[in-house]
């Protein structure tokens, strides 16, 4: 295989306040980039996996420089289909601490990969791969988004790909009920179905205890490994036959929480894709989201030894 690790979907310019600042007010914005898919394969590229990128994006400056900095980081951005015209998403950080919560404002309508032709991606790139990575974010775009990734979906079915699906739902690009209706087939599809607690509840009305909440999604999907992430609870997994594991969150200082969850998917995929081995993967995924939180932007910028002397302090998985 050429790849460990495909991902699909939209990256964008990243403007954020200095820590302190308000938006309406600021001076300067920090920018960087930021991508659930993207954010997966530059931390899994930068553990030593070869991880690739697929998208659309415009020949312009800012165009350049997401496919600048994930070639520098090391994630393989030959799938990249290039257009002449479009744009780049844009999302706004207004920065918080607490009591005062982060906002993110987006101005991503009619980017590029928003208004792509379904057939400028060719779905069977997804050969060259041992996993195929998606987020429902990218099916919340736009129409043809969600045909591009349904299409991967296919043809990874086809071929015995396992596919990835982190529900990643976001409130501002569609409701909870178009969410469910659309994301029923990918969750379906999964080989790993990856759902934050609170996403469980929003869109599936799954609520209770957190081992509830697992079966529930369990029941509904019944994915081979399904895993409830549960932030400072760390994370539930659970095989499709009943077999359950667990593991702590790792403390940590809070810089960024950005990107912690796509930090989490990096790290389990880290550890699960030799073997299979779905409670090292859990124990991956919850020291890769600590360290993410001590970093400022949406990139888990970690090496393999800083991540490994977090995992040998990981408690070992619960199972049940």
Same mark, same amino acid.
């Not at 400056?61 to 520098?72: D, K, N, S, T, V």
């Not at 002397?309 to 408690?315: N, R």
């Given at each position: 295989?050429?790849?460990?690790?495909?991902?699909?979907?939209?990256?964008?310019?990243?403007?954020?306040?200095?820590?302190?600042?308000?938006?309406?007010?600021?001076?300067?914005?920090?920018?960087?980039?930021?991508?659930?898919?993207?954010? %997966?394969?530059?931390?899994?590229?930068?553990?030593?996996?070869?991880?690739?990128?697929?998208?659309?994006?415009?020949?312009?400056?800012?165009?350049?420089?997401?496919?600048?900095?994930?070639?520098?980081?090391?994630?393989?951005?030959?799938?990249?289909?290039?257009?002449?015209?479009?744009?780049?998403? !844009?999302?706004?950080?207004?920065?918080?601490?607490?009591?005062?919560?982060?906002?993110?404002?987006?101005?991503?309508?009619?980017?590029?990969?928003?208004?792509?032709?379904?057939?400028?991606?060719?779905?069977?790139?997804?050969?060259?791969?041992?996993?195929?990575?998606?987020?429902?974010?990218?099916?919340?775009?736009?129409?043809?988004?969600?045909?591009?990734?349904?299409?991967?979906?296919?043809?990874?079915?086809?071929?015995?790909?396992?596919?990835?699906?982190? %529900?990643?739902?976001?409130?501002?690009?569609?409701?909870?009920?178009?969410?469910?209706?659309?994301?029923?087939?990918?969750?379906?599809?999964?080989?790993?179905?990856?759902?934050?607690?609170?996403?469980?509840?929003?869109?599936?009305?799954?609520?209770?205890?957190?081992?509830?909440?697992?079966?529930?999604? !369990?029941?509904?999907?019944?994915?081979? %490994?399904?895993?409830?992430?549960?932030?400072?609870?760390?994370?539930?997994?659970?095989?499709?036959?009943?077999?359950?594991?667990?593991?702590?969150?790792?403390?940590?200082?809070? %810089?960024?929480?950005?990107?912690?969850?796509?930090?989490?998917?990096?790290?389990?995929?880290?550890?699960?894709?030799?073997?299979?081995?779905?409670?090292?993967?859990?124990?991956?995924? !919850?020291?890769?989201?600590?360290?993410?939180?001590?970093?400022?932007?949406?990139?888990?910028?970690?090496?393999?030894?800083?991540?490994?002397? !977090?995992?040998?302090?990981?408690?070992?998985?619960?199972?049940?």
């Amino acid at each position: 295989m050429k790849w460990d690790v495909l991902s699909f979907g939209e990256t964008m310019i990243r403007l954020s306040v200095p820590l302190g600042e308000r938006l309406e007010t600021a001076e300067s914005l920090e920018v960087r980039i930021g991508g659930a898919e993207s954010n %997966v394969a530059v931390a899994l590229a930068r553990l030593g996996r070869r991880a690739a990128w697929c998208s659309v994006l415009p020949q312009n400056p800012l165009g350049r420089r997401i496919a600048g900095e994930l070639r520098w980081h090391g994630v393989d951005i030959s799938p990249v289909r290039w257009v002449e015209r479009g744009r780049v998403g !844009v999302y706004f950080l207004d920065t918080g601490a607490p009591p005062r919560p982060t906002q993110v404002l987006y101005d991503r309508a009619g980017s590029a990969i928003a208004t792509a032709d379904p057939d400028s991606i060719d779905p069977s790139i997804v050969e060259a791969a041992r996993l195929l990575h998606l987020t429902g974010i990218t099916p919340a775009l736009s129409p043809t988004c969600r045909e591009i990734a349904r299409r991967l979906v296919e043809r990874a079915r086809q071929l015995s790909v396992p596919v990835c699906f982190d %529900v990643n739902y976001r409130s501002l690009l569609w409701t909870p009920a178009e969410a469910a209706e659309v994301l029923a087939p990918f969750g379906h599809a999964a080989s790993v179905l990856i759902c934050g607690r609170a996403d469980a509840a929003t869109i599936w009305g799954l609520d209770g205890a957190a081992e509830d909440v697992l079966a529930g999604l !369990v029941e509904r999907f019944h994915t081979p %490994v399904t895993v409830l992430t549960l932030g400072d609870g760390g994370a539930l997994a659970q095989t499709a036959d009943g077999y359950r594991l667990q593991a702590p969150s790792v403390p940590a200082t809070l %810089v960024d929480r950005v990107g912690a969850g796509d930090a989490f998917a990096a790290g389990f995929l880290h550890g699960y894709l030799d073997g299979e081995d779905i409670a090292r993967g859990l124990r991956y995924g !919850v020291a890769l989201a600590a360290l993410k939180l001590t970093l400022q932007g949406d990139l888990a910028l970690v090496t393999p030894a800083e991540l490994e002397a !977090v995992v040998a302090g990981v408690p070992r998985t619960i199972v049940r």
